[in-house]
């Protein structure tokens, strides 16, 4: 065992709002496109919040046989679709020999919620002898990295992250420990989500968290800005596949990023609002900080939580000015949940992929629809624009209900 193992990011897979796959992700994200539009999965005429980030055009059958596309809930086609192409893009194949060292781990914040709705109506209309004999393992959270281990053969630990809003980046972190600690020596892992569903939308309506900008969705999710109302639903799933650093190199893989720093705290106050003053997130913040061995000055972008919510904004605006000092306002910060709205279980992981893009190439994605920032935001959060700027090490905020936190850092691979 040692904890010196270093660990790296060999692929990406995406299916977001913003399209089927990393490059329609990235592209959308640096040309400001919105993923968010009018809710089509089901008749939203009665609900508060008419308008999602749903994901357009998916056909499962280009990832699933069609006589099984009926047994598994839409998270669980996002997952397979989404590892399908991280493991394409890594190059990395599994045989007889690796399979045992290749764990799966994926964070699901919620499940099969389509599944148990569809399936609770039909017994209450038809009788409980119509219940779909796939409908457990079609709809339980596990099940996404199950079927990505069946699917790829990778026989190393198959776990279930959930943890909210910070299940994905969960998935990720625990990853980046097996790896370190030699538990096993490449992972699939990342996050998928599908709650675009009446209870889904209905419930976080009650919450009164989403925002009902029906009449301009593209607008309707604004971090940072002074006028927004709540966060806006999205979906899909984001897959990375991490290695250790002589494993990916022996096979000659492609590096994204290096993963450096892992944080994760509780705020142990309250069911939905983080701790006065960002407590939990400020201490998250620096624990990941110190296992990168960083100083904060050494952080140049910030992928932020950034909900858009009244309350989370600039709670974590005051959680950043608190880990990173004078430091804070010469970072580069950013929510790109301004565009895919909030994937729930999956934001970590899909904002890991956007960190490795932006470490990658270089560029910082922007916070789009902010227009009228609100005076307790005063960051640079990149209104608008792309920015092409200097990024060594990358950090990215997961925030969840029940006051749950993680940060990771992404730095640029120095061999």
């Known amino acids: 065992m040692t904890g010196n193992r270093r660990v790296v990011i060999t692929g990406c897979g995406a299916i977001s ?33 008419k308008i999602a980030a749903e994901v357009k055009g998916f056909d499962p059958t280009k990832w699933v046989a069609p006589r099984e596309v009926r047994q598994m809930d839409r998270f669980i086609q996002y997952a397979i679709a989404a590892a399908d192409e991280a493991m394409r893009d890594s190059g990395f194949v599994i045989t007889d020999e690796n399979a045992t060292r290749v764990a799966t781990v994926m964070g699901v914040g919620v499940g099969g919620l389509e599944t148990i709705e569809i399936t609770h109506l039909l017994m209450k209309e038809k009788g409980p002898k119509r219940i779909s004999p796939y409908f457990i393992p079609g709809m339980i959270s596990n099940l996404a990295p199950g079927h990505i281990s069946m699917r790829f053969g990778a026989k190393g630990p198959s776990v279930t992250t959930t943890s909210a809003c910070a299940s994905s980046a969960h998935a990720i972190g625990e990853s980046y420990r097996m790896i370190q600690y030699g538990t096993v020596d490449a992972v699939i892992c990342g996050g998928a989500e599908a709650t675009v569903t009446p209870l889904g939308i209905g419930g976080f309506n009650a919450l009164k968290a989403l925002s009902t900008r029906n009449d301009s969705p593209e607008t309707a999710s604004r971090p940072f800005d002074k006028d927004r109302d709540g966060f806006v639903m999205g979906e899909g799933s984001g897959v990375l596949i991490v290695e250790e650093l002589e494993h990916a190199k022996r096979r000659g893989a492609k590096i994204y990023a290096e993963v450096t720093g892992y944080g994760s705290t509780a705020d142990a106050n309250h069911i939905t609002q983080p701790a006065p003053g960002g407590e939990g997130a400020v201490r998250c913040m620096q624990l990941s900080l110190a296992d990168a061995r960083l100083a904060p000055s050494q952080i140049d972008y910030i992928n932020a939580h950034g909900t858009s919510t009244p309350i989370n904004d600039p709670l974590e605006t005051l959680a950043v000015k608190t880990a990173f000092g004078d430091h804070a306002r010469k970072l580069a910060i950013s929510s790109t949940k301004s ?47 792309a920015r092409q700027m200097k990024i060594e090490h990358a950090l990215s905020n997961s925030l969840g209900f029940g006051g749950t936190n993680v940060s990771l850092i992404f730095s640029r691979f120095r061999g």
């Not at 040309?31 to 005429?45: H, L, P």
């Not at 709205?341 to 992981?349: D, R």
């Open 339 to 385: 565009m895919t709205g909030h994937l729930l279980g999956a934001a970590g992981a899909m904002e890991a992929i956007v960190l490795s893009k932006a470490i990658e190439l270089q560029i910082a994605p922007p916070t789009t629809n902010l227009t009228t920032p609100d005076p307790a935001c005063d960051l640079d959060y990149i209104p608008d624009q």
């Open 17 to 49: 709002p913003l399209g089927l796959d990393v490059g329609a992700l990235w592209s959308g994200l640096v040309g400001c496109r919105s993923g968010v539009g009018m809710i089509t999965r089901f008749d939203a005429t009665d609900f508060t919040t």
